[in-house]
T-cell receptor, first 113, second 113 residues
Framework: EPEVTQTPSHQVTQMGQEVILRCVPI?????FYWYRQILGQKVEFLVS????????KSEIFDDQFSVERPDGSNFTLKIRSTKLEDSAMYFC???????????FGNGTRLTVT | GDSVTQMEGPVTLSEEAFLTINCTYT??????LFWYVQYPGEGLQLLLK?????DKGSNKGFEATYRKETTSFHLEKGSVQVSDSAVYFC????????????FGKGTLLTVNP
């Protein structure tokens, strides 16, 4: 069965550094999403992306975050200047239609020191 | 705003025991309700869903019934297996925004042989 793949599985970075989290959605999917889960807290919606633009974003998704689909297969989340509170598990997801079930990746654990 | 509350874990059961994981929600309108499961080292997978009151979602022996009068969507399984050990997440989404999920905190289930 096709899968959403995320790399790396774990990334450690220093506060103030830029990080890029990478995702390869399922190949025929058109809708892409990022969620995150801070340790011990709920999984939260960050952003949805369709047709090369953001379709919706949460209040968490401020100016330090950006998303991009740089080619036909990758979908990235960039955090410009990481803060300690950005430490979390970040999940990428994709779907073929807007109302279809989401397929999630295994997540990238980001640790900001 | 919308929210999902699920029972605190961890839950530890013996094989073949009966499982209930409680989930209640707060939302305006008529949300869709979901249970997602995360097996160790894997991403979130849709387990079952229900889109309207009194609907019963079922999959892999798990069931949950959408109860509007009690705003609940409790997950049940009659006889758990060791392979059911995972984290279970209850979630909701609004009509027309199935991608924007509001999750509960997750409940860790461990099934011992």
């Amino acid at each position: 069965e096709p899968e959403v793949t995320q790399t790396p599985s774990h990334q450690v970075t220093q506060m103030g550094q830029e990080v890029i989290l990478r995702c390869v959605p399922i190949s025929n999917h058109l809708y892409f999403y990022w969620y995150r889960q801070i340790l011990g807290q709920k999984v939260e919606f960050l952003v949805s992306f369709y047709n090369n633009e953001i379709s919706e974003k949460s209040e968490i998704f401020d100016d330090q975050f950006s998303v991009e689909r740089p080619d036909g297969s990758n979908f990235t989340l960039k955090i410009r200047s990481t803060k300690l509170e950005d430490s979390a598990m970040y999940f990428c997801a994709s779907s073929d239609l807007e109302d279809s079930p989401l397929h999630f990746g295994n997540g990238t654990r980001l640790t900001v020191t | 705003g919308d929210s999902v509350t699920q029972m605190e874990g961890p839950v530890t059961l013996s094989e073949e025991a009966f499982l209930t994981i409680n989930c209640t929600y707060t939302a305006t309108g008529y949300p869709s309700l979901f249970w997602y499961v995360q097996y160790p080292g894997e991403g979130l997978q849709l387990l079952l869903k229900a889109t309207k009151a009194d609907d019963k979602g079922s999959n892999k022996g798990f069931e949950a019934t959408y109860r509007k009068e009690t705003t609940s969507f409790h997950l049940e399984k009659g006889s758990v297996q060791v392979s059911d050990s995972a984290v279970y997440f209850c979630a909701l989404s609004k009509v027309g925004s199935n991608y924007k999920l509001t999750f509960g905190k997750g409940t860790l289930l461990t099934v011992n042989p």
